[in-house]
């Protein structure tokens, strides 16, 4: 009894159990281009504004800084 406990400890060390689900995979987040569609100044900053695949995003920049011509957003 002993050594028939002994070896199937000995096989299930060896062998363990294979798990049925799959690891799971790290998420991934894709960043949009958006192209530059247009600046406004006001005060001492600059809006500058985006065309994100047509919905428009918006950053404020200091007044006497250049827009970026593209943002990912």
């Known amino acids: 009894m002993l ?5 199937a400890l000995a096989l ?3 062998f ?4 049925s689900t799959l690891p799971k995979l790290p998420q ?3 960043a949009m281009m958006c192209m530059k569609s247009g600046e406004q100044t006001s005060g001492m900053n600059k809006i500058c ?3 994100c695949m047509g919905s428009t995003k918006a950053i404020t ?3 006497t ?3 970026p011509l593209t943002i990912n957003d």
Request: with cysteine.
């Open 28 to 30: 991934v987040q894709t």
């Open 65 to 67: 800084d250049l827009c």
């Open 49 to 51: 504004y985006y065309d």
């Open 61 to 63: 920049v200091r007044a």
């Open 12 to 14: 299930f060390t060896v």
């Open 16 to 19: 363990p159990q294979q798990s």
């Open 3 to 7: 050594s028939g406990l002994i070896s």
